[in-house]
């Protein structure tokens, strides 16, 4: 016999022809498990195709998002040498100092920590300054006029010609700055820019010791200039005059890769909205398949083989992951012209939205890929049954043997890996994200077989029989508990993380309880300023918290070697901050709350013998790569001081208090000059405005921080972040209701059996609704109630090991999600037992039989 | 005359838990082709199990089956779907017509997985024949018992099979109905001169073919040959 004749004659176009057949007649099935993985492609596309919108714009607009070729920078002004390069590269075409500051708004009477930036020449080079009136741009310079940022003018009231104090000088406001180049949404809410002219700095008194000053010089290079060659040449003596070069392509490259990473965890919460989607389809499926095993017995019985009964299924499954996604990859580049609105508040730039290809295509192939993946297990159902089925009833589905199990769960672990990887292109991140998916998972699926189990053992056989039928339905043959937990409970872990990691960011963003904690904090104060600053705080009723000198230095020298010579060191691995940073450096003789000592000792005191012991923060050492007993020199303003290191300090920076990397033991920095940080503690924000408005005229210099608007901020951040990660969960929820709604409808035959059933038996519509209702409301609660739990156990397991606080979790997940997702739970399964209620039993019987 | 079936000393047993179910033990007989037979038997006697093992639908555990010459052990689980398709029909009980698939669609199956052109014309004459030329287009599920029935006969001649097995083909079917179908079923048989095996316990319609061999837990009573009506 020929073997290979049959196939060859039927073909492909025969299997095709039968898939249409059997798919015509299931097509509302099919429409579901396509609909499970449309939100999935459609989110991974749509980020996908903005990412690369966004690198492209990047790339495209670096030059405007700099405002020039290139720049000089510095954290102090430029020395000879630097100045001395700047002529070489024929001077610069503009150049700007920035640092914060206070400014004072006379009419409203308010004060504000602003970013001022001097401007001078021609800045920015590419790119514009958008102003409103337009002019204003322009004519600021010559007016001596500021330009404030134009939120902040919208804040306190604001018009063009009102005034705004910075340091000693006042200036008419010239117009509202809607956007600079260097200025995006977020660092503009935290220290919103204001610009003046360069000529003016000066008069403002505040280019004094103790600002954080920040010098630029822009650029604009010749057409053929090699900027990474630039780069490579002038880099490294720069470096030694603490300073750098940085090109638009650096720009482009910081900004791109920051967009990257959030664009990343975009794309993994897409991801799961999609993997949620395959579960659904391959329970889906499961369901469906099993229904069609005495159709494929029939056809092999007239002689169909176990190729061709399989391919008809496959193919039918293919062709839904195709269309669904195609229909994702179209809507995902509906979705992506929304995200230039979704994440407006992150981009520096306006993003131009174009239709990019690979994306859309991947989205199509991902489609077809995990339909037909996640579907193989049940579909190898088909190849095993037997013709003899249509002889005997078989009570359970063919099990495909061990090693296709294997074989199969295997390539789906792989294909997610490999996604991820793609996606994060880190092998550990991808295995962490494959590992967490699978725990959520398989913990999910264990509570499900658990509970069944659970149900089955301990039978409440003294329940009423509503209550007793409801029961018996979530362990029957054929039943959808696990599929149905694992969808609701995916939902509802995500949703539930997401406002549980936004209360562990709060409360380590949090000030330390208590009155006894600053809440105020009073940076620059000079010297000579200490005594009117606490001559202006105390008469208000509150107390000097803290006074901590600060004494700024640079290192000179690391275990003996010149910075210079380590800088030149290709072989070195000191990480270069270390080697240009001005430290800002305390002295004190005790620990303070945010500090732990890790190795040495604290030294209060220095007794004026050999090297001054000092402590670093373990960071510092870390990247500084010294220990206890290494020898440090700082230059302390023109003094070098030798010092070692004593000891070690573990720092917890998300502390809202000063911490420092470096802390001098007493009886060394008293007598360098030095500025002073004092802190206290408002009761209110009226009494926190008075004091600010207060120490503002009287120190223009003072630089001031609210911290109870910092928080503000943190939250208002933390409030954008997390629409934006809702609006991506809203995916996976949504993905997780038509999951639902697909396993209702796919076990909607068994159901309605097992109604009329009850019906003939003389069952009234009202119970066999209460039925239906209790068993959705088990599943709701279960599979909910369990996915905020999960996520509780997730985000105390991050609070404690990630971050090391604890956290009190909003009410939010427990009396809205759990409440509401079992609502929905209970929603969809009764809309589906009210449409087998109203139809009489033979009717219902015959339509749903095909 | 060519025997189309031949079977020696067939056995096939189950497992149920640690216990071995014989239900057919040391079954041997033959049939010549284009004769009709039936295999009758109480319930549980291993009737449908004989007609599973002879159409190559299942193994056996030891014994052999030849049909059509050819020996169903020698052939893997595809050979015997493609032997099945060439040269065997079936009719069963509760008819076993696909759901999703048309009348038309349902009948033309057998011609279209041997590649035929023209499988749907050929399936529409014997609908013709069977009555149901205007229900070609339904659905099982909008059909009648009987009416399922004959199109279940226009598919299993529609691939013109050498023999053709029926298990219980009126056991779902009122009398009138059962009568019109295996009047049908013999008229058929006649007219391409198919083999008929019938698995039946109604012992007024095993008397209408000319062998009849009886089962009773799973052991061969007698095989007798019936004079000619």
Redesign the interface.
Known sequence: ?N?E??T????IL?VA?MAY??G???SRRLILFMAAIVLGIMAVVAIQSFSANLKENISLQSKSLMGADFLIDSNQFPTDRVLGIIDSLGGSDGMEVNFASMAAFPKADATKLVRVRGIAGDFPIYGALETEPLDAAINYSREGSALVDATAMLQYNLRVGDSVKIGEMTFAIGGALKSAPGSTAISSSVAPPVIIPYEYVEQTGLLQMGSRLEYNYYFKADEDTDLLALDEKVDPILDAENADLDSHLDTSRRLGRRYDNFGKFLNLVAFIALLLGCVGIASSVNIYIREKL??VA???????????SFYIFLFQIAAMGFIGGVIGALGGVLLQQLFPYILQDFLPFEVTISWVWPPILQGILLGISMSVLFALLPLLGTWFV???Q???IQEHAPKPPRPFLILILSSIMLFVFLFSLSLLENWRYALSFVLGIMVTFAILSGIAGLFMWGIKKYFPSSWGFCARQSLLSLFRPQNQTRTLILAVGVGTFLISTLYFTKDILLAKAQLEPGANSPNIIVLDVQSDQQEGVTGLIEPKGLAVMDNIPIVTMRVQELKGRPVNEIRLDTTSTINGWILSHEFRVTYRDSLIASETLLEGDWVTEYNGNGPIPISLAYNVAQDAEVGLGDAITFNVQGVLMETVVKSIREVDWGRMQLNFSIVFPKGVLEQAPKFHVITTSAKDEASSAELQRDLVSSFPNLSIIDLRQVINLIEDILDKISWVINFMAFFSILTGIIVLIGAVRTSKYQRIRESVLLRTLGAKGRQILKIAALEYLYLGILGSGFGILLSLLGSELLAYFVFETGFTPSVIPFVVVLPGITALVLGIGLLNSTAVLNSPPLQVL??E?? | MTKILNVSHLRKSYTSGNKELVVLDDISFGIDEGATFSIVGPSGSGK?TL??LCAG??KADSGEVLLCG?ALSNLN???R??????EIG?I?QDF??????TAL?NVS??L????EKGASATAMELLKKVGLADRSHH????LSGGEQQRVALA?AFC?RPRILFA?EPTGNLDEETGNKVVQLLFDLNKEAGTTLVIVTHDLELARKTQHILRLKGGKMLSNESLPST
Request: glycine share 6%; charged share 30%; hydrophobic share 30%.
């Open positions: 016999m073997k004749g049959l060859k004659k039927t073909g025969w022809l057949r059997d015509r007649a299931s005495k159709s029939i056809l092999k019985c007239m002689g169909a083989t176990r190729k061709q037997s013709p003899l249509v002889l005997r015959r339509k039989k095909p | 449908t007609l599973g639908l299942d050819v689980e595809d050979e779907a493609q032997l099945r398709n060439r079936f069963f076993q017509l696909i759901p999703t698939l669609e199956v057998p279209e997985l041997q590649g659905y099982p599920s909008q598919r691939n298990d």
